[in-house]
């Protein structure tokens, strides 16, 4: 158990449909990020928050969005879902400046 | 021109054989992390360096800022270490705490 944990780790939805990402990070870190890995593009950043606001933004699209709450933890949300969006959605947590990067185990999300 | 180049892109070892990839980048870095994905996803940190070198059990991971290259060393490679590794660095550029990654390594340890 790395300490970061992704609920669910399978999910399998039908296009236009919407669903929701849940990381839970380490004990003690503060930044959540939210990583998309495809077969054709690897992994991609999608969106950082840092003690519940956000940081940094990267290729996210305007379908999706995310939050984190003020016990940590964060959910993305994904919306209007098309054959595209299937990939692994992994999570990550740092309190970068002592320990790194943890990752979660990931989603695994299938449109069909 | 991708920020973070990898090579090879796969690789064929026998087990015990002493295996290195190669990990090449274009910017400012503040760090550069080893990543191990096995088959079935999860993504497993290995090292995170600065500078130097470290070494965990089989693994030995350097870094030359100098020359921004980073290598990742496997000793007596057994199956259990094929997997997919993936560099990826922290750029300095913007205060980013954003990973960029590269398309990582496939290695194949065959008995």
């Known amino acids: 158990d790395s300490g970061v944990t992704q609920t669910p780790k399978h999910l399998i939805t039908a296009t236009g449909q919407r669903v929701t990402l849940r990381c839970s990070p380490r004990?003690?870190?503060?930044?959540v990020y939210w990583y998309q890995q495809s077969l054709d593009q690897g992994l991609q950043f999608l969106i950082q928050?840092?003690?519940?606001?956000?940081?940094a933004k990267g290729n996210i699209l305007e379908r999706f969005s995310a939050q984190q709450f003020p016990d940590l933890h964060s959910e993305l949300n994904l919306s209007s879902l098309e054959l595209g969006d299937s990939a692994l959605y992994f999570c990550a947590s740092s309190n970068y400046r002592e320990r790194g990067y943890t990752f979660g185990s990931g989603t695994r999300l299938t449109v069909v | 021109k991708n920020e973070v180049e990898q090579s090879p892109q796969n690789l064929t070892a026998q087990e015990g054989e002493f295996i290195t990839i190669n990990c090449s980048y274009s910017v400012g870095i503040s760090a550069l992390h080893w990543l191990q994905q096995h088959p079935g996803g999860g993504i497993v940190s290995l090292f995170m360096l600065s500078s130097g070198k470290k070494k965990h059990g089989r693994l030995i991971a350097t870094i030359n800022i100098q020359e921004k290259h980073s290598s990742l060393h496997i000793t007596a490679s057994h199956p259990r270490d094929s997997a997919v590794y993936i560099c990826a660095v922290l750029p300095t550029q913007g205060g980013s705490e954003k990973l960029v990654f590269g398309k990582g390594t496939k290695l194949t340890v065959n008995p």
């Open positions: 004990s003690g870190d503060l930044s």
């Open positions: 928050y840092y003690n519940g606001e956000e940081r």
